[in-house]
């Protein structure tokens, strides 16, 4: 089992940049598919991007592509989501999930661990 606690959200203007951070308690965090998911009001949770256990492989939504970066430090036990030229329509709270599997898995039903989120606000 782990669990995950994110940090980083906050206020920032629209071209702005932050960068999320997720620690999984565990020893066995690298060997977990690590993802970030965002909800914003009134909206159904949406895919962000995952990464691989290894590190090797990652994947994005469209809408995110190009501007954020998913990365791991399976040392630190740690998933980064750095997010640069935000958009008013980023604004959402973001959670990052942790799954066991085969291949990387976009949809957060199958995510079994969640942390409880970070608020990000992007001001236009």
């Known amino acids: 089992q782990v669990q995950l606690v994110e940090s980083g959200g906050g206020l920032v203007q629209a071209g702005g940049s932050l960068r999320l951070s997720c620690a999984a308690s565990?020893?066995?965090?690298?060997?977990?598919?690590m993802a970030w998911f965002r909800q914003a009001p009134g909206k159904e949770r949406e895919f962000v991007a995952v990464?691989?256990?290894?590190?090797?492989?990652?994947s994005y939504a469209d809408s995110v592509k190009g501007r954020f970066t998913i990365s791991r430090d399976n040392a630190k036990n740690t998933v980064y989501l750095q997010m640069n030229s935000l958009k008013p329509e980023d604004t959402a709270v973001y959670s990052c999930?942790?799954?066991?599997?085969?291949?990387?898995?976009?949809?957060?039903?199958?995510?079994?661990?969640w942390g409880q989120g970070t608020q990000v606000t992007v001001s236009s």
């Open positions: 990464i691989r256990w290894s590190g090797m492989s990652t």
């Open positions: 999930a942790a799954r066991l599997g085969a291949a990387l898995q976009y949809v957060s039903s199958v995510y079994p661990y």
């Open positions: 565990g020893r066995t965090f690298s060997t977990y598919d």
